[in-house]
């Protein structure tokens, strides 16, 4: 269901649960006090008929108690106050009332025949001459609301009654007016809340129409207007900053591609003339041809490499997916044997404390290689690596030039070379790649120059894992 459609069926949900609540409440209200405008008639027709020789005119409901002998005395049909004007026949406008004497005798007005019921309970105010109530009842199709009322003076119970045919008829009435009302208002409400609901979704269709726009046409650089009331400028500046954080991510991409093709065109080009001059090197002496088959192969290695680096960094700074619990000293020392065999002439320096990471094993194993062996490339001949970790930061210096001050902001950067190191192999990834591993799972790196000459670069690849206090590191030093 739509947001539309939910806001209209909420409006008429409420009006209606308000109608349900408060008709039932109004109409019977209004019953109660028909009823009790009924009673007050039938109160009022019952005084001419009471006896006034004990006081009992005008006290209906609350008869003086008698401790007279209820079988002696006169039990008639006669009229203290002249003629009351109450009908004699059932069902008239102005009521019936008849008497019913304590011995059990009913005796009707005019000398007609009783037509009201007389139940046990009436008996029991005829003889005790106490205990007024009303009932309701039917009699010849006709509902009536009749009082029962002792007359004391005379020792006889008074029974009136009117018809409720005219209070039916307005409670009749009133419940259809009440069921239209209801009927009405629900669909008012339900008119009014798709009104308001239009009005109140117009800023978001507004900004779903905006959206979808952007989206249509892949144009990151678009941003949708902040205005408007609270939760749609937060809106529109959340999806804002999703689109500058595209727009970054397109840009990089965009210069990886571009960089990368650059990159790759030399080496290519290089590989091309070998490859060529090769084909047609049947003249040329053997050691001639031997060396340039090495220099191809080298090319190969060299463009894989690099191939490999620039899918290394288009994979982005998001964490992976599959993480483990790593052991990064292993990860270290793995590295350095390698750097060790590959660098005989170089004397490997080491302090390692065992911790524990969570991260990805190729990744992180791909930046320690990559750090320790920008750190083998820069050593002088005979020079020293010193690689220690502690608290699941890795730190590795070398002795060679150091950084230069205006390449420290930018030995991070995919493709960067500083002036020195353009006539060395290499692609300027790694330092990226060590970076992008770093900031994955909330890691960092810094580059800087040791006090007495240098680089110096720390690694941390996320928070380490508390480990066993009495496990401790282990130095040595590799010639």
Known sequence: MSLHRRITAAAAFAVAAACLVFAPVGYLATRAKLLQEVKLELARLAQPFLGSRTGARGSVLRPPASDVDSTTGT??????????????????????????????????????????????????????????????TVVERTRLEILVTPDVSDRKAIEVAVPLTTTDSALRSLAVTYALLVA??????????????????????????QTERVAGSLDVQHRLAEHGATEIRRLAASFNQTL?????????????????SHELRTPIAALRSNIQIFLDAGALPPDEQA??????????????????????????????????????????RDATDRA????????????????????SADRVSRAVTNVIDNARKWSPPGGTVEIRMRDGVLTVRDHGPGFQEDDLEHVFERFYRSASARRMPGSGLGLAIVKQAAEAHGGYVTATNAPDGGALVQVSFGAAIPADPAIRGNSATYP
């Not at 954080?245 to 210069?255: C, F, I, K, P």
């Not at 060790?340 to 991260?359: C, K, M, V």
């Open 75 to 136: 039990c008639t049909f006669g009229l203290v106050n002249g003629d009351s004007g109450v009908d004699a026949a059932l069902g008239g406008p102005t009521g019936y009332v008849q008497s019913v004497c304590p011995d059990g005798r009913v005796i009707a007005r005019n000398g007609g025949t009783p037509q009201l019921p007389v139940t046990p309970r009436v008996r029991a105010v005829a003889r005790r001459l106490e205990g007024a109530y009303y009932f309701t």
């Open 184 to 209: 009405g208002g629900i669909a008012l409400a339900g008119l009014i809340g798709a009104l308001i609901a239009r009005a109140a979704l117009a800023p978001i269709r507004h900004f779903t129409s």
């Open 244 to 260: 500058n954080a595209l727009e970054r991510s397109v840009e990089a991409q965009r210069h990886l591609i571009a960089d990368a």
């Open 291 to 332: 060396g340039l088959r090495d220099a191809i192969v080298a090319e190969l290695d060299d463009l894989t490499q690099m191939v490999a680096d620039v899918l290394e960094l288009a994979r982005g700074a998001m964490p992976d997916e599959h993480v483990d619990e790593l052991e990064l000293d292993l990860i270290v």
């Open 340 to 359: 060790i065999r590959r660098s005989p002439g170089l004397t490997f320096e080491t302090d390692i404390e065992p911790a524990l990471i969570n991260n």
